[in-house]
């Protein structure tokens, strides 16, 4: 899939998108490409440095990987529910079972991506996502 234009009108994406992933190398491509398409970003390297910043609540979505030490990135989506937070979530993962996108759906999550992620569509998806927000 080619890749979307980087034409953003100013403004258009003023609500900040939140990436979180343990693996370095992983968020800050995904900070790169997102801020390449105009996006604000904020990286967050586990899902407890997420949910300690009070600036959470501003999101325009959350982008967040399955698989981290301590809590998983559904962890992450239970604990804004019980506070009352909501934030359109996209999980990503290397591996999605049956379980994990059971529970995916009965938390609420929008979409469900296996890595290596497609630039094109994570941009798409993305895009669709905040001018629904």
Do not use: W
């Amino acid at each position: 899939m080619p890749l979307p234009s980087k034409h953003c009108p100013p403004g258009e994406f003023q609500k900040p998108i939140c990436v979180v992933d343990d693996d370095e190398s992983v968020a800050d491509s995904l900070q790169s490409l997102l801020e390449s398409f105009g996006f604000s970003v904020r990286s967050y390297r586990s899902g407890t440095e997420f949910l300690a910043d009070e600036r959470r609540r501003l999101a325009g979505c959350l982008l967040i990987d399955q698989h981290m030490p301590g809590l998983s990135g559904l962890d992450v989506v239970d604990n804004l529910q019980k506070e009352g937070v909501q934030i359109p979530t996209i999980l990503i993962s290397g591996r999605l079972d049956a379980s994990t996108k059971q529970r995916a759906t009965l938390l609420g999550v929008r979409e469900l991506l296996e890595k290596p992620v497609a630039a094109g569509r994570l941009i798409q998806l993305l895009r669709t996502t905040l001018a629904e927000a």
